[in-house]
Nanobody
């Protein structure tokens, strides 16, 4: 059974920082490209950041470049999203995604940035 479990969300003030974690089980983690998506109420889910399975090459959505950093630890079957200089528009549910031959999703973790 595949599970992706996110943690680390919460309430933070504008300009603050939050670190999200996602731990995977039931997959050969090193085979999978991993990503963080987010979805705010009334909007479509959008890609925040992704990291490849090999060499850990990362890419970012334009709205989070230079503020967010994605990383992975294959030994711990985990990815992280360091979120700095947070803005109210970063408020959303953040989802972890794993892609190889199939795509899997976590249950999401809420991040709320107060103005």
């Amino acid at each position: 059974q595949v599970q992706l479990v996110e943690s680390g969300g919460g309430l933070v003030q504008t300009g603050g920082s939050v670190r999200l974690s996602c731990v995977a089980s039931g997959i050969t983690f090193s085979d999978y490209a991993m990503a963080w998506y987010r979805q705010a109420p009334g909007t479509q889910r959008e890609l925040v950041a992704s990291i490849l399975s090999s060499r850990g090459r990362a890419s970012y959505g334009d709205s989070v470049k230079d503020r967010f950093t994605i990383s992975r630890d294959n030994a711990k079957n985990a990815i992280y999203l360091q979120m700095n200089s947070l803005k109210p528009e970063d408020t959303a549910v953040y989802y972890c995604n794993a892609v190889f031959r199939e795509s899997y999703w976590g249950q999401g973790t809420q991040v709320t940035v107060s103005s």
